[in-house]
């Protein structure tokens, strides 16, 4: 199947910074990619979507400028979680699909600690 | 609201033993249906997808799910499970054809020898 890679995989931040999450689709262009949340022990929960070249649609409770996602090319979207706080912390997952009605293939996800 | 409802959040099996999960959701319209399977560790892997046809769709590792649509249900199934079957197991649907998925709360699966 096609590969979704996000980095990093792990990061902790101080409180009061931001983060940048990359997803990326090595082996196909994703004109759509999702971003979820998981807390522990819960499922995941989608925060947004977003197409390449428009602005991303968040889900409603989700704060959209501090959660901030680009989508710039067919191959790359990236979360930013700006001034983030320990309830920030979670673990972040995007999937990237070609178009309607087809597989979205998943990143490996990011654990973001913030301290 | 929309939501997807897995019945089972824990489950303990015995190799050899059949699974079922069960999956139901809540939206009247068009959906596309999945199971998806996290290994400890790794990637959200996909097991199986209904679009549309055969109700009863065949995944891999011997995993099938049946779409009962009067039920608004999707139930995984395998006949003789393996320990390494042990996994979180995420049952998710997307609404109106799109790929935006709406996933359970999933269901641990432990499996022992």
């Known amino acids: 199947g096609a590969v979704v890679s996000q980095h990093p995989s792990r990061v902790i931040c101080k409180s009061g910074t931001s983060v940048k999450i990359e997803c990326r689709s090595l082996?196909?262009?994703?004109?759509?990619m999702f971003w979820y949340r998981q807390f522990p022990k819960q499922s995941l929960m989608l925060m947004a979507t977003s197409n390449e070249g428009s602005k991303a649609t968040y889900e409603q409770g989700v704060e959209k400028d501090k959660f901030l996602i680009n989508h710039a090319s067919l191959t790359l979207s990236t979360l930013t979680v700006t001034s983030a706080h320990p309830e920030d912390s979670s673990f972040y997952i995007c999937s990237a699909s070609v178009g309607m009605n087809t597989e979205a293939f998943f990143g490996q996800g990011t654990r973001l600690t913030v301290v | 609201a929309q939501s997807v409802s897995q019945h089972n959040h824990h489950v303990i099996l015995s190799e050899a033993a059949s699974l079922e999960l069960g999956c139901n959701y809540s939206y009247g319209g068009t959906v596309n249906l999945f199971w998806y399977v996290q290994y400890p560790g790794q990637h959200l892997q996909l097991l199986l997808k209904y679009f549309s046809g055969d109700p009863l769709v065949k995944g891999i590792k011997g995993f099938e799910a049946e779409f009962i649509k009067s039920k608004f249900s999707f139930n995984l199934r395998k006949p003789s499970v393996q320990w390494s079957d042990t996994a979180e197991y995420f049952c998710a649907v997307t609404p109106g054809g799109y790929n935006k998925l709406i996933f359970g709360a999933g269901t641990r699966l432990a499996v022992h020898p």
């Open positions: 082996d196909f262009q994703a004109t759509t």
